[in-house]
C-alpha cells in the first residue's frame, strides 16, 4: 500500500478505482513569535510622557522660539529620566551627575537669553548631551569616551532606532487586555456605522433651519481652520520623535542581549580601516604641504600685514577681513580632512603610528594655525576700525575653537595616550557655556557705545534694528534708543517670527 506518510492509512478516498488519499498537513514550527516586550507601570508612565514632551517640544520649540517654556519642557524632560533610571536601580557616578548639571544649567539658557541662533545651538547641544547622558548612566560610564564618535553614534542612532517599535508594542500589549479599549474599539465602530445617517440628517437640518445651518457651518470652520491642522501636523511630528526618544530610554534601560561598546573593540574597529600604505599617503600630501609652503612664502606680505596692523594695497577692512575667513573656513576643512584620512587609513597609525605621519600631522596644524592667527589678527583690525557685530563674534569664537582643536592636535602627536576626545569635548563645552552666557548682542552694544562706534544717531547701520531683545535692552540701557521704540521693535518681531516673550530679555524690556 502506498501511504502519504508514515501514519497516514486513509483509504476512504477513492476515485476510478484509484486511492487518492488526503495530502498530509505540515505546521510550521519555526516561525519566530513576535517577542513580547517587558514592560511595568513606569513604562507605562514613561510612555506617556515622552509623548507630552514631544509634542510640547514640536509645538513651542520647533513651531515657536520660546524662553522659559522651552526651558521648564528640558528640566522636567531630565527630571523624569532620572527619576526613571534610578527607579531600574541604575547608579550615577561623578562624571554622570556631573553631566547631568550641565544638562539642567543649560536648560536655563531659553530663558536668559533671546537670541534664537543660540537658542538653537543650545537644543541642539541638549539634545545630543541628553542622548549621551542617558547612554553613559545605563552603560556605568565614569569619564568621557575614548572613542566618543563610536558612543554618540549608538546613543543617538543605533539604541533609538533599534527599539523605534518599543513604545508602540507595549501600548499595543496593553492595549489587548484592557476592558476599556475593547469599549473605545466599540464606540469607534458605531460611530462609522452612524455617520452617513448623520450626514443625511445634518443636511437636511441645515435646509429646513437658518440657526441649524449657522451652528454647523462655524463648527465646520472651525474643524477646518488653520489652528486645527497646525495641531494635527503637530502631534504628527510629535509621534515619532516620541518612539524616537522612548526607544532610545527603553534600549538603554533593558540591556538584554545588549553589546557593550569597549575600547578594544572601537580599536579593532578602527585597525580594520587601515588599508592604504604609508607611503601612498606621504607621497599625495607632499604636493599639498609644497603648496602651502608656497603659498605662504609668495603672500608672505599679504599675511604679516595683519599682524603689523597694516592693510595691504588695495584692501578694505572689511574685504581684507572677510577674505581672511573664508580662507580659514577651506583651509580647516582641506587640512582636517586630510588628516582624518591619513590618520584613519594608513596602515602603520594609531599605536603604530610613524614618525613621518606624526610630522605630516604636526606640519599641517602649524600651517593651520598659522592661518588662524592671521584671520584673528585680520579680525581685531577690522573690529577696531568698525566695531563688533554679531557675525564678527561668532567668526572669531569659531576660529578660537579651531585653534583649540589644532593644538590638542599637535599635543597628540607627542602624548599617544593623551584623551583627545575628552579634552575636547572639555573646551568645546566651556566655550559654548561662554557663548550661550555671554548674551552677545548685549556686549556687543555696550562695547560699541563705549568705544564710541555706535551713537544714536546712527542706529540704523549700526545692526541694533536686526538684533533680538538682548541688544535692544542693551540699547535702552545705554541710552542709545528710546524705550518706546524698542518694545515696538520687539512685539513686531515676536509677532512675526511667532516667538514667545517668556524670557528675561523681553520681559525686563517690556518694564522700561
Avoid at 566695531?387 to 590638542?408: D, H, N, P, Q
Wanted: charged share 20%.
Amino acid at each position: 500500500m502506498l501511504t502519504t506518510g508514515p501514519e497516514n492509512t486513509n483509504t476512504n478516498n477513492m476515485m476510478d478505482g484509484v486511492g487518492m488519499y488526503a495530502a498530509p498537513q505540515y505546521t510550521n514550527t519555526f516561525v519566530k513569535q513576535k517577542e513580547k516586550p517587558v514592560y511595568g507601570k513606569a513604562e507605562l508612565i514613561l510612555s506617556a510622557l515622552m509623548f507630552l514632551f514631544s509634542f510640547i517640544f514640536i509645538k513651542f520649540v520647533v513651531y515657536n522660539v520660546t524662553g522659559l517654556i522651552s526651558s521648564l519642557l528640558f528640566v522636567a524632560f531630565f527630571t523624569a529620566v532620572i527619576v526613571y533610571l534610578r527607579k531600574k536601580g541604575f547608579a550615577f557616578s561623578g562624571f554622570n551627575k556631573l553631566l547631568g548639571a550641565l544638562l539642567f544649567i543649560f536648560s536655563t539658557v531659553f530663558t536668559i537669553t533671546d537670541n534664537s541662533f543660540i537658542k538653537f545651538l543650545s537644543c541642539v547641544f541638549l539634545f545630543a548631551a541628553g542622548a549621551y547622558f542617558i547612554y553613559s548612566v545605563c552603560a556605568g560610564r565614569s569619564d568621557v569616551e575614548r572613542y566618543l564618535p563610536y558612543a554618540m553614534k549608538k546613543s543617538l542612532l543605533e539604541y533609538p532606532f533599534s527599539k523605534f517599535s518599543a513604545q508602540a508594542d507595549i501600548l499595543s500589549d496593553k492595549a489587548k487586555d484592557s476592558e476599556t479599549s475593547s469599549n473605545i474599539k466599540r464606540v469607534i465602530i458605531g460611530l462609522i456605522i452612524t455617520i452617513p445617517v448623520t450626514v443625511i440628517v445634518a443636511a437636511l437640518l441645515m435646509e429646513a433651519d437658518d440657526g441649524v445651518n449657522r451652528i454647523l457651518n462655524s463648527l465646520f470652520d472651525t474643524f477646518y481652520s488653520d489652528e486645527i491642522w497646525t495641531v494635527i501636523m503637530q502631534l504628527a511630528f510629535a509621534l515619532p520623535l516620541s518612539l524616537y526618544g522612548f526607544g532610545l530610554i527603553y534600549r538603554c534601560a533593558f540591556r538584554k542581549d545588549i553589546r557593550e561598546l569597549t575600547d578594544e573593540e572601537c580599536a579593532e574597529k578602527l585597525f580594520r580601516k587601515r588599508l592604504v600604505s604609508n607611503l601612498i599617503f606621504y607621497t599625495a600630501a607632499a604636493p599639498v604641504l609644497l603648496l602651502y609652503v608656497l603659498f605662504f612664502v609668495s603672500q608672505a606680505s599679504y599675511f604679516l600685514s595683519a599682524f603689523m596692523g597694516k592693510l595691504p594695497d588695495g584692501f578694505s577692512y572689511a574685504e581684507y577681513a572677510r577674505k581672511g575667513f573664508f580662507e580659514l573656513c577651506w583651509i580647516v576643512v582641506i587640512n582636517l580632512g586630510i588628516m582624518i584620512i591619513m590618520n584613519l587609513h594608513s596602515k602603520n597609525s594609531g599605536e603604530e603610528k610613524t614618525t613621518i605621519l606624526k610630522i605630516y600631522n604636526i606640519i599641517f596644524c602649524v600651517f593651520t594655525l598659522i592661518l588662524i592667527a592671521t584671520a584673528v589678527s585680520k579680525m581685531v583690525m577690522y573690529i577696531d576700525a568698525y566695531g563688533l557685530t554679531v557675525l564678527r563674534v561668532y567668526t572669531s569664537w569659531f576660529m578660537i575653537i579651531c585653534a583649540y582643536i589644532f593644538l590638542l592636535t599637535i599635543v597628540k602627536q607627542f602624548r599617544p595616550d593623551m584623551h583627545l576626545a575628552k579634552h575636547i569635548t572639555i573646551g568645546f563645552t566651556l566655550m559654548f557655556a561662554v557663548l550661550c552666557f555671554s548674551r552677545p548682542e548685549s556686549l556687543i552694544v555696550k562695547y560699541n557705545h563705549m568705544m564710541g562706534k555706535v551713537t544714536a544717531d546712527e542706529l540704523e547701520d549700526s545692526g541694533i534694528y536686526e538684533m533680538s531683545d538682548d541688544g535692544l535692552l542693551a540699547a535702552v540701557n545705554e541710552g542709545l534708543m528710546q524705550s518706546d521704540e524698542a518694545r515696538e521693535r520687539s512685539s513686531k518681531k515676536h509677532s512675526d517670527h511667532y516667538t514667545d516673550d517668556l524670557n528675561i530679555s523681553t520681559l525686563l524690556l517690556e518694564n522700561k
